[in-house]
C-alpha cells in the first residue's frame, strides 16, 4: 500500500510538473503577449514565474523522497549495487542524472537568470536582452530535461530499456 501512495506522489508531481510547464509555454506566453495586456505583461510574468517557482522546489522534495521510497520499496537498495550495473539501472541511473541536470538549471533558471532579467528590465536594456534570452534558453531546456525524464519513467515502470 505504502508502495502505491509513493508512486500516486510520483506521478501526480510529475503531471504538475510537466503539465505546469507545458502550460505556462502555451497558455501563459501567448496571453501575455497580448498588445491589451501590454502593461501588465512584465508583472504577470514576473508573478505567475515566482508562483510557479514555489511550487517546483516543492515538488522536487515530493520526487525526492517518493523515487527514494520506490526505489527502497522495490528492493533496489538491497541488491548491493546490482540493480545499476543492469540496462534498467541505467535507466534509472538516466533519470536520476536527468533530475539533478534540471534541478541544478531549475536554480540557476530561478535565482540568477530569471531574477536578473527583471532587475534589468529598466536599468540596462542590453543586459536585459542577454539575460531574457539566457532565461527563455534555460525554461526551454528544463521543459526538455522534464519531458525526457517523464519518458524514462514511463519506460523504465514498463520494464522496458533503451541501453
Do not use: C
Amino acid at each position: 500500500m505504502f508502495y502505491f501512495i509513493l508512486l500516486i506522489l510520483h506521478i501526480f508531481s510529475a503531471m504538475v510538473w510537466v503539465g505546469g510547464m507545458i502550460f505556462y509555454v502555451i497558455v501563459v506566453m501567448p496571453v501575455i503577449r497580448n498588445p491589451e495586456l501590454k502593461d501588465q505583461k512584465l508583472r504577470l510574468l514576473q508573478l505567475t514565474a515566482l508562483q510557479f517557482r514555489n511550487i517546483s522546489y516543492f515538488i522536487f522534495l515530493v520526487f525526492l523522497i517518493s523515487g527514494i521510497g520506490l526505489l527502497y520499496n522495490k528492493g533496489y537498495f538491497e541488491s548491493n549495487g546490482a540493480l545499476f550495473s543492469t540496462n534498467i539501472g541505467f535507466m534509472f541511473l538516466s533519470k536520476i542524472g536527468l533530475f539533478t541536470i534540471l534541478f541544478l538549471s531549475s536554480l540557476y533558471h530561478d535565482f540568477v537568470t530569471g531574477p536578473k532579467t527583471f532587475l534589468y528590465l529598466t536599468a540596462d536594456p542590453v543586459q536585459y536582452e542577454r539575460y531574457r534570452k539566457t532565461s527563455a534558453f534555460f525554461g526551454r531546456f528544463n521543459l526538455l530535461v522534464s519531458v525526457s525524464i517523464a519518458i524514462l519513467g514511463i519506460l523504465v515502470s514498463r520494464g522496458f530499456s533503451l541501453f
